[in-house]
């Protein structure tokens, strides 16, 4: 299994771009979500899903966009990037079950640099 | 959802116990109390996790105070890989929203 992959590594943007940050999983994982880390904050959760067709948001959901067409995918996209959106992204996936969520993986992380 | 407060960083010794202390003193009684770690540039990687009975695995180990307001974990013998932060949050189930504070930057000396 290649577990959580996120694609791109780095990326630079201008303010007003728009761009998807891609997360795909192979394990058959029903929840998934993402996060933004940014310094001295730790990681703070933008969206989340609990399985294909349902999202819902986190703690800071404001200029995020996700949808969640199938198991395996969970789009993050950005519509109009804001210098306030520089950070580094992770996705994560977990098994369903309840109280599993020491199944939770993480993928690579994704750094976003908004100009 | 319960908060959790972690020192912001600490020091070990190679092969000396690192003991990172959490407080969550407004924890409810069926959510569990979850350890993570973030090793620099990587994603967070699950540690252990415990409910009220102490909890040990090939990790580390896992004491949780008998009212569950705190809780320490336990690595035993601590070395360089183990400098990473750690972060202590609470979940009722696999649904919640997971919320990561700053954690405890651990450096592990030589």
């Known amino acids: 299994n290649a577990g959580v992959t996120q694609t791109p590594k780095f990326q630079v943007l201008k303010t007003g771009q728009s761009m998807t940050l891609q997360c795909a999983q192979d394990?058959?994982?029903?929840?998934m979500s993402w996060y933004r880390q940014d310094p001295g904050m730790g990681l703070r959760l933008i969206h989340y899903?609990?399985?294909?067709?349902?999202?819902d948001q986190g703690e800071v959901p404001n200029g995020y966009n996700v949808s969640r067409s199938t198991t395996e995918d969970f789009p993050l996209r950005l519509l109009s990037a804001a210098p306030s959106q520089t950070s580094v992204y992770f996705c994560?996936?977990?098994?369903?079950?309840?109280?599993?969520?020491?199944?939770?993986?993480f993928g690579p992380g994704t750094r976003l640099l908004v100009l | 959802d319960a908060k959790t407060t972690q020192p912001t960083s600490m020091d070990c010794a190679e092969g000396r116990a690192a003991n990172l202390p959490c407080n969550h003193s407004?924890?409810?009684?069926?959510?569990?109390v979850y350890w993570y770690r973030q090793i620099h540039s990587q994603g967070p990687q699950y540690i252990i996790h415990?409910?009220?009975n102490n909890e040990t695995n090939e990790m580390a180990s896992l004491i949780i105070t008998e009212d569950r307001k705190s809780s320490t974990l336990i690595l035993p013998h601590a070395t360089l890989r183990d400098t990473a932060v750690y972060y202590c949050?609470?979940?009722?189930?696999?649904?919640?929203?997971?919320?990561f504070g700053p954690g405890t930057s651990l450096s592990v000396i030589p």
């Open positions: 407004t924890i409810s009684g069926n959510e569990y």
């Open positions: 949050i609470v979940l009722k189930t696999s649904y919640d929203k997971v919320i």
């Open positions: 415990g409910l009220k």
């Open positions: 899903s609990v399985g294909a067709g349902i999202t």
């Open positions: 394990m058959n994982h029903e929840y």
């Open positions: 994560a996936s977990s098994y369903s079950a309840r109280g599993g969520m020491e199944t939770q993986y």
